[in-house]
């Protein structure tokens, strides 16, 4: 599964780390979900995308979307 995280992170001016921080996981998780090594779980889905002021299906795109 991919997803849309950094493109939305990146707009909102929120660096990986202040994303971590108010997520309360670390910069690397946030690292490895960007980058499709790691699927966060689904409360930590919900909290990305609150922050991120978007839908949690904004966020992840199923193969069938590329």
């Keep these: 599964m991919?997803?849309?995280i950094k493109e939305y992170r990146k707009t909102k001016g929120i660096s990986q780390g202040e994303l971590a921080d108010q997520c309360h996981v670390?910069?690397?998780t946030i690292n490895a979900i960007e980058n499709?090594?790691?699927?966060?779980s689904l409360q930590l889905a919900f909290n990305m995308a609150k922050?991120?002021?978007v839908k949690v299906d904004h966020l992840f795109?199923?193969?069938?979307?590329f």
């Design 2 to 4: 991919q997803n849309r």
């Design 61 to 65: 795109l199923s193969e069938e979307d």
């Design 26 to 28: 670390s910069r690397q």
């Design 36 to 40: 499709n090594k790691y699927d966060p």
């Design 51 to 53: 922050i991120l002021g």
